[in-house]
Nanobody, 117 residues
Framework: QVQLVESGGGLVQPGGSLTLSCAAT????????MGWYRQAPGKQRELVAR???????TYADSVKGRFTISKDNAKIMVYLRMNNLKPEDTAVYYC???????????WGQGTQVTVSS
């Protein structure tokens, strides 16, 4: 069983920055991919960014050039640095760990990010 705990959300003005962190504990079977998703009110959950075991990253078009995903393999942590935040980035952000061997997804509890003046 894997548990994910996020931190770092909050209220920020447009143009500001935030860094989200996610720590994974428990036993992970085999390879895994970690990522961040978000869900705004009335909208479906969407992928924001992912980072693969070799370090390859992918981003949603809406955040390219503004957000950076990174990880610490030793601590099994993933980070999301968010720069130049916009009101449309307001959402609950969820950490995800996809266990490749079983094709199983673990989710964090979510952290609120609000971008408003």
């Amino acid at each position: 069983q894997v548990q994910l705990v996020e931190s770092g959300g909050g209220l920020v003005q447009p143009g500001g920055s935030l860094t989200l962190s996610c720590a994974a504990t428990g036993t992970i079977l085999g390879g895994y991919v970690m990522g961040w998703y978000r869900q705004a009110p009335g909208k479906q959950r969407e992928l924001v960014a992912r980072i693969f075991s070799g370090g390859t990253t992918t981003y949603a078009d809406s955040v390219k050039g503004r957000f950076t995903i990174s990880k610490d393999n030793a601590k099994i942590m993933v980070y999301l640095r968010m720069n130049n935040l916009k009101p449309e980035d307001t959402a609950v952000y969820y950490c995800n760990l996809h266990e490749v061997t079983r094709s199983f997804d673990y989710w964090g509890q979510g952290t609120q990010v609000t971008v408003s003046s």
